[in-house]
């Protein structure tokens, strides 16, 4: 014979309620869907880092800036101990090695991230320009190795993939 326990009225208010905030806590607690975005691969095929600025127009600009290395401060490991706080950044792509930009438009349906315009421009600057110049010489003397303008049907023939070889 099995025991019945009857619930009084503020338990299965209580129990409701609980049930409610879980739920909610699910529904809004959750992150957002941020669905992936077209990727290109570029390829540096030389012995050095190379750095790709990457414009909608035809010359290299004093905005946005290209930096050697990103400082983080206040970096610390588990233990307390302050870390290394230099990080290269993502336009920094390492000899022989393999780097991938994003806003491509969607992985099903990639589009140059350049409005109005059916190319975008890769300016390559080696590493030694980057170390022995200013950003502003650079922008004024457009110092760089190699420039590619790029368009859908180049991209789509190389894969979405562009090698660097100076």
């Given at each position: ?67 050697l290395f ?56 080696p ?39 100076p």
């Amino acid at each position: 014979m099995a025991f019945i326990c009857p619930l009084s009225h503020q338990m299965m208010v209580k129990m409701k309620l609980w049930s409610l905030l879980l739920l909610a806590a699910m529904v809004y607690g959750c992150p957002a869907y941020d669905p992936p975005t077209g990727v290109l691969k570029i390829f540096n095929a030389s012995d050095s880092a190379v750095y790709v600025y990457e414009s909608c127009t035809d010359s290299i600009q004093m905005v946005p800036e290209l930096t050697l290395f990103h400082v983080i401060p206040g970096m610390t490991d588990a233990k307390g101990r302050q870390i290394n706080p230099i990080r290269s950044p993502h336009y920094r792509v390492n000899a022989y090695a393999y780097s991938e930009f994003d806003g491509f438009g969607s992985p099903e349906t990639r589009s140059i991230p350049c409005q109005n315009q059916e190319y975008v421009t890769f300016f390559f600057i080696p590493e030694s320009i980057m170390r022995t110049h200013t950003w502003q010489e650079i922008c004024q003397q457009q110092l760089y190795h190699t420039r590619i303008e790029a368009n859908l049907q180049m991209l789509d023939s190389l894969d979405w993939v562009l090698q660097y070889t100076p």
